[in-house]
């Protein structure tokens, strides 16, 4: 079974600072990562994904995460905080077969607000 | 083009009865999930459908929960008997599975109040 931690329940920046949100996983074998930002009465959005290629991956909106094996980690960075930014972001997991076909449900994290402030 | 949509939007109800969710995927996505989401917590798995049958349905709570896909387009979550603690938002998603991981399209969700 596969879990997934995300550190930090609220975040809180200042805007045109640095943003780092936390995640953590766990899976017997190497998942597919994502990210997904969801603003008020929207559904979820993608952000970007980690499909056993590049580690550094790169996303919209200035978003970049990287995956780090040996940490289990795949947090999520943006180098200068947008007061448009302001959202709850989920990491999620889901595995997949030897033939990188996506088993297809996906495990979420508990969340993390982010909020800006000028 | 359209994206997933979800009817209603909300949906208020009293202890015990049955409701419907409907979600309408975006066209061409064979394949379509359920998910809940409480309160202060991440999207938690319910179903998932490849076309018109349910690939893994090891996320429904228990026999009060049910979903259909009869022509692997449009699918209805239906609960039964509903109780207090099947309050919260329902999400669809779809996509077009294959190699390098599916990215999921979610809709706007039914927020589900049981009185």
């Known amino acids: 079974a596969q879990s997934v931690t995300q550190l930090g329940s609220h975040v809180s920046v200042s805007e045109g600072a640095l943003v780092l949100l936390r995640c953590n996983y766990s899976?017997?074998?190497?998942?597919?990562l994502f990210w997904y930002v969801q603003y008020p009465n929207q559904g979820l959005q993608l952000l970007l994904k980690y499909t056993s290629a590049a580690t550094l991956v790169k996303g919209i909106n200035g978003f970049e995460a990287e995956f780090k094996k040996s940490e289990t980690s795949f947090h999520l960075t943006k180098p200068s905080a947008h007061m448009s930014d302001a959202a709850e972001y989920f990491c999620?997991?889901?595995?997949?077969?030897?033939?990188?076909?996506?088993?297809?449900?996906?495990?979420f994290g508990q969340g993390t607000i982010l909020t800006v402030h000028p | 083009g359209a994206g997933v949509s979800q009817t209603p939007s909300n949906k208020v109800t009293e202890k015990g009865k049955y409701v419907e969710l409907r979600c309408d995927p975006i066209s061409g996505h064979t394949a379509l999930y359920w998910y809940r989401q409480s309160l202060g917590q991440g999207p938690e798995f319910l179903i998932y459908f490849q076309g018109t049958g349910a690939a893994d349905d090891s996320g429904l709570p228990n026999d009060r929960f049910f979903a259909v896909r009869p022509e692997g387009s449009v699918s209805t979550l239906k609960i039964q008997r509903t109780e207090r603690g099947d309050s919260a938002v329902y999400l669809c998603?779809?996509?077009?599975?294959?190699?390098?991981?599916?990215?999921?399209?979610f809709g706007p969700g039914t927020r589900l109040t049981v009185l």
């Open positions: 999620a997991v889901s595995l997949h077969n030897a033939g990188g076909t996506s088993y297809g449900k996906l495990t």
């Open positions: 899976s017997s074998v190497p998942p597919y």
């Open positions: 998603a779809s996509s077009y599975p294959g190699k390098g991981g599916n990215e999921q399209f």
